[in-house]
């Protein structure tokens, strides 16, 4: 049997390494806490100077498939046909090609930063909101989700 004087000693030891061991398990979860990133974020300034490399990388970076890909699928095709017409000796169409592929590869320059920002803000103001709701005799649960 344990004696009396055995359980005191036990709980004191507990007590105080507890004690003890509070401010290193708080600092700990401090750290972990700090260090995560709760909002996806993405800079429009990193997002320009992609853009700038290639076209509708920008867009890309930003998570706007759609207009990445047009893009970059408008900068090739007007490149292509400018290349054709160059080697052809088309230059009458060579030069607008040109610049419409110039064109279409600043437009993606210029809104890359925009769509990062869109991105940001609609990680910021996305909600999801619980319902309840009952059709045909049944009911239904599940989440809404909400963008701006």
């Known amino acids: 049997m ?29 750290t972990s806490t700090a260090s995560v990133k709760l909002v996806p974020h993405k800079d429009p300034q990193v997002a320009t100077v992609v853009g700038l490399l290639v076209p509708g990388g920008g867009q890309f970076y930003a998570e706007r498939y759609g207009k990445a890909a047009g893009v970059f699928a408008g900068t090739l095709a007007a490149v292509a046909i400018a290349v054709d017409a160059n080697h052809s000796d088309n230059t009458e169409i060579a ?8 064109l279409i ?7 890359a930063a ?15 909101t619980p319902f309840l709701d009952r059709q045909n005799g049944r009911f239904l649960a599940g989440l809404t989700l909400s963008t701006p």
Do not use: E, K
Request: with cysteine; hydrophobic share 55%.
């Open 114 to 128: 925009r769509d990062a920002r869109l991105f940001n803000d609609q990680m910021l103001h996305t909600t999801l």
């Open 105 to 111: 590869w600043g437009y993606g320059c210029v809104t």
């Open 2 to 30: 344990i004696s009396a004087v055995g359980i005191r000693r036990l709980s004191l030891t507990v007590a105080l390494v507890t004690w003890a061991a509070a401010p290193v398990l708080a600092r700990a979860q401090q």
């Open 95 to 102: 030069t607008p090609a040109f610049i419409v592929a110039a």
